[in-house]
Every structure is written in structure tokens, then in C-alpha cells.
């Protein structure tokens, strides 16, 4: 059985960043798509990144949202994924949660929530001033 465990959450200021990591206990987390999520009070949850397991091809995607600005990426040796968060907005403030699929193929950008098998707790950040 994976467990998940999200870190890194916090206030920040707007313009500021925040680096949040997924660690995988039980599992190693290379051979899972990770997704991250995110949801903010009132508003449904929405795919933030993802990227593909290693035994795939690790390719990385994000939402329209928060590209350019976040950037996901694998630490095996740690097995963690991080989301590093740069120049963040107001809007950015939510609940994310780190998801982990066995998506054994390739994929072509953000996959649903559905097709992921574990999930985290979650951790809060909020950008304000």
C-alpha cells in the first residue's frame, strides 16, 4: 500500500514561492504518474502538474494557470515529487494534494482525478499580503 504525505505549505506573500513535496511511503513513487491538485474553498478541484512515471518517459505538464511559473520535478533518492511555486498570485491559495496513478503508457497532458489510485492529506497555502 502508497501513502502520500504532502509538506511544504504555508502563507506567502504575492510574488513569493513556496516548495511543496509529495513523499511516498510503501512504494517508490517512479513507477507512478504524480499529479498535483489543488482545491480552493467554494471552487471544485482542479489538475495543477503532473508527471509521468520514469518507467514511461517523465514528461511534465501543467495547467494553463500556473505554467511558466511552477515547475514539478522527481527526487528518487528521496522518493519524493516536488512542485516548486514561483511568483505566486492570490489565486494560488488552496488546499493541494499530490495524487499518485499507475498509469503504465504515455500521456499527452494533465489526467484526470479518476485515474489516480492514492491520494494525500493535503496541505494548505495561502498567498496574501
Known amino acids: 500500500q502508497l501513502q502520500l504525505v504532502e509538506s511544504g505549505g504555508g502563507l506567502v506573500q504575492p510574488g513569493g514561492s513556496l516548495r511543496l513535496s509529495c513523499a511516498g511511503a510503501?512504494?517508490?513513487?517512479?513507477?507512478?504518474?504524480i499529479g498535483w491538485f489543488r482545491q480552493a474553498p467554494g471552487k471544485e478541484r482542479e489538475g495543477v502538474s503532473c508527471?509521468?512515471?520514469?518507467?514511461?518517459?517523465?514528461?511534465?505538464y501543467y495547467a494553463d494557470s500556473v505554467k511558466g511559473r511552477f515547475t514539478i520535478s522527481r527526487d528518487n533518492a528521496k522518493n519524493t515529487v516536488d512542485l516548486q511555486m514561483n511568483s505566486l498570485k492570490p489565486e494560488d491559495t488552496a488546499v493541494y494534494y499530490c495524487?499518485?496513478?499507475?498509469?503504465?503508457?504515455?500521456?499527452?497532458?494533465?489526467?484526470?482525478?479518476?485515474?489516480?489510485?492514492?491520494w494525500g492529506q493535503g496541505t494548505q497555502v495561502t498567498v496574501s499580503s
Open positions: 510503501g512504494r517508490t513513487l517512479d513507477i507512478y504518474t
Open positions: 508527471i509521468s512515471s520514469t518507467i514511461v518517459d517523465g514528461s511534465t
Open positions: 495524487a499518485a496513478g499507475a498509469v503504465a503508457h504515455m500521456i499527452r497532458g494533465l489526467i484526470p482525478a479518476t485515474d489516480y489510485d492514492y
